[in-house]
Each structure stands twice: as C-alpha cells, then as structure tokens.
C-alpha cells in the first residue's frame, strides 16, 4: 500500500517541506511538498536522498537498535531504573549542578521542552545546553541586544523583494542552497539587484556576486565599521530614523571615527574603494537584506560582528519594511524551536531568562510546581564550560543528545579527558558508531526523522509540522519519551505524555511574549500548514518591526558599540596559516546521517586540506601530498588539495569527518580554538592559527 506523510527536512534551518513516501512500515521515497512555502517542492541533495538514510540495510547496519550498558544490550526498564538511580545518587552527593546535558537542535521543540523540565524541575539545574551555542548563540545575543528580542525580523520572501543582498560568512549556495535557488530565481528576474558577498574565500556564493569582499579571515568588524563610517560622512544615514527610533548613536559614531574605510581597508585587505561600493549599496538601494551565518557567528568576537551589521541596518532603516533587515540563518533545523523553547543555559521558555526571578516564577507556575521559586538560580555552564568543568571533576554526569561533541567541539583532548573523567555517561542517539557513543555507560537507541512527531521552526520563524511516517527500527523511542520515562523513575513524572501535550504547554509559555503562538494548534498547522510566528489575531507574522516600535523596554533599537577585536590564535611566524572549517554541499554535520548515503560522497569523497595552488608551488606541494597540520592545542595529518577559491596564507578544511578519517583524535577539532564570545559563550571555530609540514 502506497501512501505519503508531510513532514519537514531534518537538516539545515531552511526547512524544506517534504513528502514522505511509504507503505506505514517503510520509507520507500521523498519529494519536495510543493506547498510548504519554504521550499515550494525543491530539495537539495540532501533533502532529495532522505529515504535512503531509512533503507532496510540502514536499519539494520546503521541505527541504534536496542538500549545498552557498557556496550551490552539491557532492557528499558533496567536502563531507566538504573540511570534514575544514579543520576539520583550523583545528585545527592554533589548537589544538581554535577549533571550536566547537552542536547541539539536537531532534536523537536517537543523533544527540547521534555529536556528543559527534566534538568531544570526534576534535577533542578540549569546547566542544559544545545550544539546550537555552536551555531547561533552569537545571532541571539546579538538580535537582544540590539533589537531587544532574540526574533529574526525578515522572510524568505524578503529574498525576491530585496534590491541589495548583503552576504556575510556565509556560503548559501552550498549550506542553504534552496533559498539560495530563490536568489539566482531573482536576480535572474530583476538583474538589476545587486549581491554583495563578505567572505575570506571565493565560494560558489561569492562566485555569483556582483561583489565580493575577499576579506581576511576575522576581520569582519573593522569591514562592518568601516562600512558605517563612510555611510555617515558621505551622508547616506537616515538621521530621522536613528533620532527617533534608535539609542546609543552618538558612542557609536565616536567608536568609528576611529576605522576610516582607508584603515579598514588595511586591515580586512581589501581596497577603500570596495568599502565604500558596498557601504554606499548597502545604504542607499531601497531594500537592502543582509543574510549571515558561521562566519559571523562562529567567533570569539561572534556578538561584537552581529551587532556592527544591525548597526548598519538601523544606521540606513535598512529594517521593517519588505526586502530589507538583518536575516541570520540558522543552522540547525530547530535551533530557533529550541531557544523559543529555553533549551539552553541561558534561555528560559517564551524567551524567558534564568537569571530573572520572575521569570523563573512564570515557568514554575506554568509548569505546576507547588513552589514557585523552585527553579534553580545558579548559571547553567554553556556548552564548552560544561565540558570544562566536567574535565576539573565538578561535572560528575552528562547526558548528550542527538549530538556528536567527541568530534564537533573544539579542543578534542580536553572533551575527551571530560568524558572519560564522568562518572555516568548516557549517549541518546539514533545511529550507531558516533565518536561520543565510545564514552557512552549507557546508550540509548532514539527515533529520528520519519519516526517521531512533533514540529519545528525554520530560520524565518515558521513552525512546520514532523510527522510520523513508519515506527521506529528495534526498540528505538522518540526523545521526548526516553526524558519522560527517567523523570517518570525519578518520581517526578513530567505531566505531559503525548507531543502534542508538551507542546500545548510549551505554547502556553509564549503568552504575551514576543513569540505568542497561543492562536496555534496542531489542528490549524495541519489545516493551514506552516506559520511565523508571532501568530496573532489568527495571523502569522510575515515581517516584524514595522512600525519601527523594537522589543526593548521604550521601544527603541540599539546601537551596540563593540571595538574590533583580532581573533584569540595569531598567525605568527611559528604558526603563520589561517585555518578556517567550512561546509560541504552534500554533508551534514558530522554525517552520522548523511554518511550513510553513498551517493552523498559523490561531490567529495575524503576530508582534504584544501590551499592556494600558488602557495603549494611556493612551497614545493603538490596536489595529493600529506602533510603535519599543528595548531596550539593538536596535530593531524590530511591529504592536500589545491583551491584558487582560498586566499594566499589561508588554509581551509571541511568540518564532517571525524578522528578515524584524518589520523587525529575528534577531526579537525582537535586543533580548533576553545575560547568564546564573551557574550554568546560562541566558540572561535573559524579560525585557528596552524603550522603545516610536508611528510
Ligand atoms: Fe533540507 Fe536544507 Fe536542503 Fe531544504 S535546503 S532540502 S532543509 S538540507
């Protein structure tokens, strides 16, 4: 019997809609759902070869089938007696903040919500965080800061509506290429807009530009100052505008007095006259969108660089009105879901904060705690202090879900010494053989896309549907499930035992909010389909902020005015290349997923370090070569690779093979830089400073 399930794509944070082709025991196909209106019925190759990571030999090769304990199959009942047990006994002995959890944004809002009651109610912590403090953290700190909400204002829509597109590190053609189909579709209609793209390598984005900014890597903020300050002495500000609907301008314009388009220009390495071509586009075309990502998020100065592109935004009313707006685009597929839900250290649900006693008294009553200061104070530790801390031996238990940090975490040996230093380890995970499962005491087999239920919200605030299609493979259960049951065991059951219960509750916590969703239900996501939020008067929300009235306390956006830092590795004569790690078409993440699909390894079959081929000659390389590449904190060895697209002295590698690939303990991680934003907790993954020996 031949039938179809809609659902959403797993993958990147565009959040294509999907058919499901199956016969209720088997996924048989998949398609672009022509009405989702992310996508309108396009998928990329990842998307398009979904089915085939839910092949009968998948399931039975590659998943995790049944629960288990030092790598020997046990029972759900003994699993979840025994980690209620010891996650009772760590607490008891070392108080709740010895437990720790690190979960995904791959994982459902529902998923992320059963997380956020069981570590902040029944452990009584506030020490959970996503992988997605490695993708968007410095994008929320840097919306709140300066909007005051941790809310993207634009569309997708935005893209066809846009007569400047401002891409700055990232590379949409291959990490978001259907929306970067919806850019070619209309410059292909209205040649006339203009794409500007800030990247330190020539990428296939780059490549389409009408500009391209080949700046050094790090240097984002003197380019985005730079940019500011020749808008304001050529005056193409809008000083209405900033007079009435912004603070904070004139410290700004003092901070970039300082970094003339001439000294920008000296320190990007690009020339005054791209500066100003680009500040002048960026200023004056109708509608200018800026759409960002790793590059600018992935940094030790992560909120200082967003926060100087909102500058510019609000310096030109480049903001609220149809094409124009800062558009961060996210990563994960529910990295956003995740925040709204407060699944990391520093969030609540409903864009609470933890810090807020009110706020913490909000959540408890809506959760039913008989007190409503029940919920704990203490600062969770972000996703690098909790690994840190678990290496000093103050976090005894981790939990990790749906997320690899033996090989994505920067500074692998550290990470590593964390997980062998737990006393309990539980890995929660849908595929069999990640690098973290190694560490695991227990390991226990999740359900994953296709097999669950739930929704998600994509980079443009709308919330779709995932929906189950075929049961999960062996024992395998939903997230959600396996967070209930152990709450269930430690005696404080979670109140809520179907999706669409958690989600009611986790609706409720958007009450009045700035993401108030409470006209939604599941009923009207299938009648309607996919909608933004905030979702009121029976609306979605195409655009926000037009009425200029932001989400702080009077109403006015701010200026956030932040020096331009170099980033914390220094390329120096010991050390003189800069290593950036950059994305694949084909692959995702660390490819627990997408490397199950041999199809998927036809564009690059093996990890390789790529160079400028006139250095290699320089240096005597040639293609195919192995070399040594050393950082401050590891070594590994990789195949080389010339690429005209890397600048000179810059070196690039891609992020998904892990240790066993490349000769080096967690991948490419085992060299890349701990150190944070200090505001966002992001780490520096763009860029470290390596040796290179031939071998
Ligand atoms: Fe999936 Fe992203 Fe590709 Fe869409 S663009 S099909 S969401 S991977």
Redesign the pocket.
Known sequence: MNMETRST?P??G???GVIIEHDATQITGVRGDPDHP??FGR??T???TLHLTATPVVMQTRRLLRPARQGLPISWHEANTEIAAKLQAIKNAHGPDSIGFYISGQLLTEDYHAFNKLARAVIGTNNIDSNSRLCMSSAVVGYKQSLGADAPPCSYEDIERADCVFIIGANPAWA????FRRLEDAKARRPEMKIIVVDPRRTESAEFADLHLQIQPGTDVALLHGMLHAMIWEGWVDTAFIATHTEGFATLKQLVRDMPPREAARICGVSEEQILQAAQCFATSPATLSLYCMGMNQSSSGTAKNTALINLHLAAAQIGRPGAGPFSLTGQ?NAMGGREAGGMASLLPGHRDPADAAHRSEIARLWGMADDSALPETPGKTAIELFQAAERGEVKALWIVCTNPAQSLPEQALVRRALERCELVIVQEAFAGTATAAFAHYLLPAATWGEKEGTVTNSERRISRVRTAVPPPGEARADWRIAADIARAMGMPLGADTPEQLWLEHREATRGRDLDITGLSYALLDERGPQQWPFVDGQGTERLYADHRFATADGRARFVAKPFKPPLDTADARRPWSLTTTRLRDQ?HGMSRSGVVPRLFGHEGTPALSLNPQDMARRGLAEGDYVRITSARGALVLRLRGDAAIASMQASVPMHWGGEFVGGAGGINALTQPGFCPDAKQPELKFTAVSLEKL
């Open positions: 794509c993958y990147c565009v959040g294509c992310a996508n998928l990329c990842k998307g398009s978001h290429p259907i929306l597929p995702w």
